[in-house]
């Protein structure tokens, strides 16, 4: 099941399963849905199998998570089914199955 994914809080944006942000550019499965703001910030409205992201404000995932990696950014989700790892960003998630790290933030679950 695909989720809604929503960019800097614009309510028109594409279902999926998957997304890049690499060079300010924003791909969900495959299209190009890069917004014109610098300054990104990805919620989904439900479970995601993977994000990989050069570069954001934050990432705020509603339900369970696959892999999310970010170079920079907070990231905010569920339980996680993968891992994370974030190198200058705080995680806050549900339960762990796979590895969450960070090398400059703070990683708290519940």
Known sequence: MTSRIYIN?????VAGRNIVINNGK????????TPEAKV??????GNIESLKADACYQIN??????????QSGDVKCGNVG????TM???????????SVSTMSGDVSHR
């Open 9 to 13: 809080g614009n309510n028109n944006i």
């Open 26 to 33: 924003v791909i969900v499965d495959g299209k190009d849905v």
């Open 40 to 45: 990104i910030t990805i919620t989904v409205d």
């Open 61 to 70: 995932v509603s339900g369970n998570t696959g892999n999310i990696h970010t």
């Open 82 to 85: 993968g891992s994370i790892s």
């Open 88 to 98: 200058s960003g705080d995680v806050e998630c549900g339960s762990i199955n796979g």
